[in-house]
């Protein structure tokens, strides 16, 4: 459980690698997540690639596991799924966040959403009741 899934490509084309960065160190301050996995199709550069997986591993790397792969395997089970709508992508996953090409800046939104599932399965449940029934 608690493991993430998002598209690098789009969070290296829109710069948002430190935002995402960020706000990923942030919710595994209050959540604890296990690992978060970068995926993408090869159209970046290699050497930026590499320069982002050392920036995450800099900045989160300590207690997160980080896995960096290229093109995302269908039968690789993830937690929670962040995915461009227009991108064919078939995953096994428990929940996802769904954002439009034209929004790539919501992919920060999608983590917080993600702290909001987590949060509420991994809260305190509340205590069942059992009424005992008597039959006369």
């Known amino acids: 459980m608690n493991q993430i899934r998002l598209y690098l490509d789009d969070i290296l084309n829109a710069r948002l690698d430190e935002d995402v960065l960020t706000t990923i160190y942030n919710v595994s301050k209050k959540i604890p997540i296990k690992q978060v996995i970068f995926w993408h199709n090869g159209e970046e550069d290699q050497i930026q690639i ?23 395997p269908a039968h690789e089970f993830a937690w929670f799924d962040i995915i461009r709508e227009d991108l064919e ?15 790539v800046s919501s992919v920060v939104l999608g983590i917080h959403n993600f702290l909001k599932i987590a949060t509420f399965i991994e809260g305190s449940k509340g205590k069942k009741i059992y009424y005992k029934k008597e039959y006369k």
């Open 50 to 72: 590499n320069h982002f997986e050392e920036m995450a591993r800099d900045q989160i790397g300590e207690h997160i596991r980080i896995s960096i792969t290229k093109k995302t």
């Open 89 to 103: 992508h078939k995953s096994q996953n428990r929940f996802s966040y769904v954002y439009s090409k034209d929004r």
